[in-house]
């Protein structure tokens, strides 16, 4: 009896709960509708829609929205930047559609133009010919004009978290971090609650002078949050620098997430963009035209917005907005928005005031939850043509002051806008929690995930994780663990090691290293300033050369072709690097090497009749010397590898290295003089161009082994400074010189073909070419004395060449941007096609991150 009463009451539970939900389905408040500009009736795009008293919505691209609610609301608020804001009554427990118009904000005595909407022509078009005038004015009106400016200048940069879900912040894995997830914004931007997770501040004072120019910056204060030893504070600050670069509409590209975007007043802007005339406002006694601007093509790396121009004879900016289409041809990009403001001048033109830039960033576009990125610049005081006496102007470019203004009376009293109370908490928020234990353990966690270490005590961490397990055909099966000391064992001294064993050679592998740190600050970390020992007795592929990665990568086991040419090598080390301001650094090194020929390599010479003479081993002591310039570099500092943040500035890397026979058993005497430049060039919507040259020469008689052996790659991932279709050991030379060429054309092309313009896709097209040449007595061909060049055991034919009357030549061409992340290249070598084991064509692949 209990039972069927037990059953009885649970068929009713599922009856109610079915018709609960059957019933609040027909009593959700659902509004859709679009919203328009009231003068243009073009969609506007990001207007926020929020339930009063809930959450809201977006409109997409074409103005429509859609928000719903199981609530009885009866009120809906429309807010977007530059316009006025509406609250507009609706029917609670009801479906409705509810069509909106917009009307400019900011509007004194407006005056209609109305214009026909036909087919768009820059011809007789009076708003192209309108901003040609303010493409005509741009000179006089750009800050460079004056002879001296001077300001004060304010700037936040804030990285912010949206829409939390529930059940991550609700997880147990979370649940000692509560009080940093319930620090949210919810007035910020209607419809989207933000969690503030990262904050920066600094306050300079900027003077410019025209003749001679000059532009120095005077820091005055900085404060940011810190999450101490896990994150790369001034990494993760030169990465938001890079994103968010300063944005001046006079010139004609407007950098922005590594790209760079056609200003709408741009020498080519009308080629670009469709403008169209749609208010005429009088503001102060100040006569502007509104013009509205949007992309000819919605792909384009362009903006769509408004504008007021003045119409005093300067044709100046006085307000911009503007924002990116979803079209266009960004990652992880949802909604990106600029407005700026200007300030009239004592002389009638106009100088911006404030520039507030916000992106947010999501997986995908219906993702619930993104990072939104803030960036807000407020300018005071700005004086011009005050002469300021040539001291002033004197020295670096940037100087900041030996202790940075923290305090927070200092920063109550500068700051331009207050903090809110949500902002002024993440400090407060960020210092607790990375004091807490628990954080400690996540974050421990989370770099073994991400960085391939993990804590092992306080003092050291073993790792990297990938170069626990890889295998090749001279080792076989190979395991490695090693690991190193952390800055809690000392802060001077720093030691690494690691043991490796292979499982067919049934050799085991070792490294051992000391640093000294003179700056008693991490060897890892700029500036660096330290001297290191090493000793390693490992194997070594002869040419090939990785960067930011370990050789011994699981992932790099995978090869193409034979891959039998290895070496054995005992190396001794000392190193001296010594990093200085500007962006300077040298190292200075000594290096004792013995390599042993492993696999199908071997060392020999004639020695009479004919016989070969097997040369066991070769010993070398080199003196080296490296200066690397790199203005202007940023870069994100990992738990290894310093990863550039790529700029427009050159890199410069001069080496020189001398053998010296006798000292410890060294065999040769030889120099070797190599120089490297390498440089982005930044093309606009045809996106950017990298060049490396470099090139290089051994003065003096030394066996194939120390002959500059060229950088090949028989993997299958596309390596940027290696030739991908060359075989190990394949080319060797004692004079060299080669040109990478690598464009990015950034989808200009695929972006106006219908069918591939939706996903996305980006082209890339490179080409390298290598001439070089070895001197008759280093040419084993032409000097009997010197080492034979290894041949195939199976055909007795050479496997190792020099670059004689041709150069070796291979291009590309690949789709970019596959899921947002793969790289698949076409590569066709075209030189060199007779030598055994190698093929014309490959498939070579990359992951690349980039937006």
Same mark, same amino acid.
């Given at each position: 009896?209990?039972?069927?009463?037990?059953?009885?009451?649970?068929?009713?539970?599922?009856?109610?709960?079915?018709?609960?939900?059957?019933?609040?389905?027909?009593?959700?408040?659902?509004?859709?509708?679009?919203?328009?500009?009231?003068?243009?009736?073009?969609?506007?795009?990001?207007?926020?829609?929020?339930?009063?008293?809930?959450?809201?919505?977006?409109?997409?691209?074409?103005?429509?929205?859609?928000?719903?609610?199981?609530?009885?609301?009866?009120?809906?608020?429309?807010?977007?930047?530059?316009?006025?804001?509406?609250?507009?009554?609706?029917?609670?427990?009801?479906?409705?559609?509810?069509?909106?118009?917009?009307?400019?904000?900011?509007?004194?005595?407006?005056?209609?133009?109305?214009?026909?909407?036909?087919?768009?022509?820059?011809?007789?078009?009076?708003?192209?010919?309108?901003?040609?005038?303010?493409?005509?004015?741009?000179?006089?009106?750009?800050?460079?004009?004056?002879?001296?400016?001077?300001?004060?200048?304010?700037?936040?940069?804030?990285?912010?978290?949206?829409?939390?879900?529930?059940?991550?912040?609700?997880?147990?894995?979370?649940?000692?971090?509560?009080?940093?997830?319930?620090?949210?914004?919810?007035?910020?931007?209607?419809?989207?609650?933000?969690?503030?997770?990262?904050?920066?501040?600094?306050?300079?004072?900027?003077?410019?002078?025209?003749?001679?120019?000059?532009?120095?910056?005077?820091?005055?204060?900085?404060?940011?949050?810190?999450?101490?030893?896990?994150?790369?504070?001034?990494?993760?600050?030169?990465?938001?620098?890079?994103?968010?670069?300063?944005?001046?509409?006079?010139?004609?590209?407007?950098?922005?997430?590594?790209?760079?975007?056609?200003?709408?007043?741009?020498?080519?802007?009308?080629?670009?963009?469709?403008?169209?005339?749609?208010?005429?406002?009088?503001?102060?006694?100040?006569?502007?035209?509104?013009?509205?601007?949007?992309?000819?093509?919605?792909?384009?790396?362009?903006?769509?917005?408004?504008?007021?121009?003045?119409?005093?004879?300067?044709?100046?900016?006085?307000?911009?907005?503007?924002?990116?289409?979803?079209?266009?041809?960004?990652?992880?990009?949802?909604?990106?928005?600029?407005?700026?403001?200007?300030?009239?001048?004592?002389?009638?033109?106009?100088?911006?005031?404030?520039?507030?830039?916000?992106?947010?960033?999501?997986?995908?576009?219906?993702?619930?939850?993104?990072?939104?990125?803030?960036?807000?610049?407020?300018?005071?005081?700005?004086?011009?043509?005050?002469?300021?006496?040539?001291?002033?102007?004197?020295?670096?470019?940037?100087?900041?002051?030996?202790?940075?203004?923290?305090?927070?009376?200092?920063?109550?009293?500068?700051?331009?806008?207050?903090?809110?109370?949500?902002?002024?908490?993440?400090?407060?928020?960020?210092?607790?929690?990375?004091?807490?234990?628990?954080?400690?353990?996540?974050?421990?966690?989370?770099?073994?995930?991400?960085?391939?270490?993990?804590?092992?005590?306080?003092?050291?961490?073993?790792?990297?994780?990938?170069?626990?397990?890889?295998?090749?055909?001279?080792?076989?099966?190979?395991?490695?663990?090693?690991?190193?000391?952390?800055?809690?064992?000392?802060?001077?001294?720093?030691?690494?090691?690691? =043991?490796?064993? +292979? /499982? $067919?050679?049934? &050799?085991?592998?070792?490294?051992?290293?000391? @640093? #000294? !740190?003179?700056?008693?600050? *991490?060897?890892?970390?700029?500036?660096?300033?330290?001297?290191?020992?090493?000793?390693?007795?490992?194997?070594?592929?002869?040419?090939?050369?990785?960067?930011?990665?370990?050789?011994?990568?699981?992932?790099?086991?995978?090869?193409?072709?034979?891959?039998?040419?290895?070496?054995?090598?005992?190396?001794?080390?000392?190193?001296?690097?010594?990093?200085?301001?500007?962006?300077?650094? =040298?190292?200075? +090194? /000594? $290096?004792?090497? &013995?390599?042993?020929?492993?696999?199908?390599? @071997? #060392? !020999?010479?004639?020695?009479? *009749?004919?016989?070969?003479?097997?040369?066991?081993?070769?010993?070398?002591?080199?003196?080296?010397?490296?200066?690397?310039?790199?203005?202007?570099?940023?870069?994100?500092?990992?738990?290894?590898?310093?990863?550039?943040?790529?700029?427009?500035?050159?890199?410069?890397?001069?080496?020189?290295?001398?053998?010296?026979?006798?000292?410890?058993?060294?065999?040769?005497?030889?120099?070797?003089?190599?120089?490297?430049?390498?440089?982005?060039?930044?093309?606009?919507?045809?996106?950017? @161009?990298?060049?490396?040259?470099?090139?290089?020469?051994?003065?003096?008689?030394?066996?194939?082994?120390?002959?500059?052996?060229?950088?090949?790659?028989?993997?299958?991932?596309?390596?940027?400074?290696?030739?991908?279709?060359?075989?190990?050991?394949?080319?060797?030379?004692?004079?060299?010189?080669?040109?990478?060429?690598?464009?990015?054309?950034?989808?200009?092309?695929?972006?106006?073909?219908?069918?591939?313009?939706?996903?996305?896709?980006?082209?890339?097209?490179?080409?390298?070419?290598?001439?070089?040449?070895?001197?008759?007595?280093?040419?084993?061909?032409?000097?009997?004395?010197?080492?034979?060049?290894?041949?195939?055991?199976?055909?007795?034919?050479?496997?190792?060449?020099?670059?004689?009357?041709?150069?070796?030549?291979?291009?590309?061409?690949?789709?970019?941007?596959?899921?947002?992340?793969?790289?698949?290249?076409?590569?066709?070598?075209?030189?060199?096609?007779?030598?055994?084991?190698?093929?014309?064509?490959?498939?070579?692949?990359?992951?690349?991150?980039?937006?």
């Amino acid at each position: 009896m209990n039972s069927i009463e037990g059953d009885s009451r649970r068929i009713l539970l599922l009856v109610a709960i079915f018709l609960g939900s059957f019933l609040t389905s027909f009593s959700q408040t659902i509004v859709k509708g679009t919203v328009k500009d009231a003068i243009t009736k073009q969609p506007l795009q990001s207007v926020s829609i929020v339930f009063k008293g809930g959450r809201g919505v977006t409109t997409n691209d074409s103005g429509s929205y859609t928000i719903a609610s199981n609530q009885a609301y009866n009120t809906i608020l429309v807010s977007y930047v530059g316009y006025k804001p509406v609250t507009k009554t609706i029917l609670p427990n009801r479906e409705q559609v509810v069509d909106l118009e917009l009307v400019v904000a900011d509007t004194k005595n407006t005056v209609v133009v109305h214009s026909k909407r036909g087919k768009y022509s820059n011809k007789n078009n009076p708003a192209v010919d309108l901003i040609r005038k303010v493409i005509d004015n741009k000179t006089n009106n750009k800050v460079t004009s004056y002879d001296f400016v001077e300001y004060e200048q304010y700037e936040k940069v804030e990285l912010s978290l949206t829409n939390k879900p529930e059940k991550v912040a609700n997880s147990k894995l979370l649940k000692n971090f509560q009080f940093v997830l319930d620090n949210r914004d919810t007035s910020k931007i209607e419809g989207k609650s933000l969690l503030p997770v990262y904050l920066e501040e600094k306050l300079s004072q900027k003077y410019y002078r025209r003749k001679p120019e000059k532009e120095k910056t005077y820091i005055l204060g900085e404060k940011k949050v810190n999450y101490g030893e896990y994150v790369d504070q001034k990494g993760i600050s030169s990465f938001l620098k890079r994103l968010y670069e300063g944005v001046d509409i006079y010139q004609n590209n407007v950098s922005l997430l590594t790209n760079q975007f056609i200003s709408p007043i741009a020498d080519l802007a009308p080629t670009f963009y469709r403008f169209y005339i749609t208010d005429t406002v009088e503001n102060d006694g100040i006569k502007l035209i509104r013009l509205s601007f949007a992309p000819k093509n919605p792909t384009d790396l362009v903006f769509k917005g408004t504008m007021f121009v003045t119409l005093d004879g300067n044709y100046s900016v006085q307000k911009i907005n503007m924002s990116i289409s979803k079209n266009a041809n960004l990652n992880w990009v949802r909604d990106l928005r600029i407005k700026q403001d200007f300030e009239k001048g004592p002389d009638g033109r106009y100088h911006v005031i404030s520039t507030n830039t916000i992106t947010e960033f999501a997986l995908t576009r219906g993702a619930s939850g993104g990072i939104l990125g803030e960036r807000t610049v407020s300018l005071k005081n700005f004086a011009v043509n005050k002469p300021a006496a040539d001291s002033l102007y004197a020295g670096d470019a940037v100087v900041a002051t030996a202790t940075p203004n923290t305090s927070d009376s200092f920063w109550i009293a500068h700051r331009h806008p207050q903090l809110s109370a949500v902002e002024a908490k993440v400090y407060t928020n960020i210092d607790s929690l990375q004091n807490m234990k628990s954080y400690k353990r996540l974050m421990d966690w989370g770099t073994l995930i991400l960085a391939g270490y993990k804590a092992a005590g306080p003092d050291y961490e073993i790792g990297p994780a990938n170069a626990f397990y890889s295998f090749n055909p001279v080792e076989g099966f190979r395991l490695r663990v090693g690991g190193r000391t952390t800055p809690n064992f000392n802060k001077s001294i720093y030691f690494e090691n690691y =043991v490796a064993y +292979g /499982f $067919k050679d049934e &050799k085991w592998k070792y490294f051992v290293a000391g @640093t #000294y !740190s003179f700056n008693h600050k *991490s060897i890892y970390g700029y500036p660096l300033n330290y001297l290191k020992l090493s000793y390693q007795r490992d194997t070594k592929i002869p040419g090939q050369e990785l960067q930011f990665v370990q050789e011994d990568n699981f992932l790099l086991s995978f090869k193409r072709g034979n891959n039998d040419k290895w070496l054995y090598n005992n190396i001794f080390k000392a190193e001296y690097v010594r990093e200085f301001a500007k962006n300077i650094a =040298v190292t200075v +090194g /000594f $290096k004792n090497w &013995k390599q042993t020929p492993a696999g199908s390599i @071997t #060392y !020999s010479k004639p020695e009479g *009749s004919g016989v070969l003479d097997n040369i066991p081993n070769v010993t070398t002591s080199e003196i080296s010397g490296e200066i690397r310039w790199a203005p202007h570099e940023q870069f994100y500092q990992g738990k290894v590898y310093r990863t550039p943040i790529i700029n427009k500035y050159p890199i410069f890397k001069l080496r020189y290295i001398a053998g010296i026979e006798g000292l410890m058993n060294g065999q040769y005497n030889y120099q070797n003089l190599n120089l490297n430049i390498y440089k982005r060039f930044y093309l606009s919507q045809l996106g950017y @161009t990298d060049v490396t040259m470099e090139g290089g020469n051994i003065f003096g008689k030394v066996p194939f082994p120390l002959l500059t052996i060229h950088r090949a790659n028989q993997t299958y991932a596309y390596m940027q400074n290696s030739y991908n279709m060359m075989n190990f050991m394949e080319f060797v030379s004692d004079h060299y010189a080669a040109v990478n060429v690598d464009h990015y054309f950034n989808g200009f092309f695929f972006n106006k073909i219908p069918l591939l313009k939706k996903l996305k896709l980006r082209e890339v097209v490179t080409g390298k070419l290598l001439y070089g040449g070895l001197r008759d007595e280093n040419n084993p061909d032409k000097n009997s004395e010197t080492f034979r060049f290894p041949t195939d055991n199976a055909t007795n034919l050479p496997t190792t060449y020099s670059l004689n009357n041709q150069p070796y030549a291979e291009v590309s061409v690949g789709v970019g941007n596959i899921f947002k992340l793969l790289r698949v290249d076409l590569v066709k070598r075209l030189t060199y096609l007779d030598h055994p084991n190698t093929t014309q064509w490959g498939i070579r692949t990359l992951v690349k991150f980039d937006f």
